[in-house]
């Protein structure tokens, strides 16, 4: 179990997307890009920006703390390293990307646990809880029961 294992034995799985900041701050984080010529914000990073093709204009932003689900699904086969079943879904980022994502491992894994539409926020947690995965960390999103309600995307 991932809980029994030493956190300084755990790394992230890329530190380039999630900065998992001191305890009593906002929380972790997404890294993504904004570019300061039309403000098109982007995850991953990059160099370039996609809607503008501006160049050396792309800044680092934290993003991502809150998301709605777009979408998901129950992944019943499960490549190496990883057990099946699990959710996989998209979330729509209040800075406006929407990303690909594993669902936390807090999250029950059967048909009507999740809704499109519903309000999700951002965890770390291990990649996977098995022997080649339960020492990476990485971002995944959980339903956020603080949230009021639902909240649409378009």
């Known amino acids: 179990m991932a809980s029994e294992r030493s956190v300084e034995a755990m790394h992230l799985l890329d530190p380039n997307i999630v900065r998992v900041p001191e305890e009593g701050s ?8 904004r570019c300061r010529g039309c403000g098109n914000v982007v995850f991953p990073r990059m ?10 204009a792309m800044e680092e932003v934290e993003i991502g703390r809150s998301a709605v689900l777009y979408s998901h699904t129950i992944a019943r086969f499960a490549p190496a ?3 099946a079943p699990y959710f ?11 990303i690909f ?11 009507g646990v999740l809704h499109d ?6 965890v770390v947690e291990p ?3 098995t022997p080649e995965n339960g020492s990476v960390l990485t971002y995944k999103y ?7 309600g639902q909240v649409s995307h378009a």
């Open 47 to 56: 160099p370039v920006c996609p809607a503008c093709l501006r160049d050396d």
């Open 81 to 83: 390293g990883f057990k």
């Open 101 to 111: 994502t594993l669902i936390g491992s807090g999250c029950r894994v059967e048909p």
């Open 142 to 148: 959980v339903p956020d029961a603080g949230a009021e």
């Open 117 to 122: 539409g519903m309000a999700m926020r951002l």
């Open 88 to 98: 996989q879904g998209f979330v729509d980022l209040p800075e406006g990307p929407r």
């Open 26 to 33: 906002a929380g972790p984080c997404l890294l993504g890009a």
């Open 127 to 129: 990649l996977a809880d």
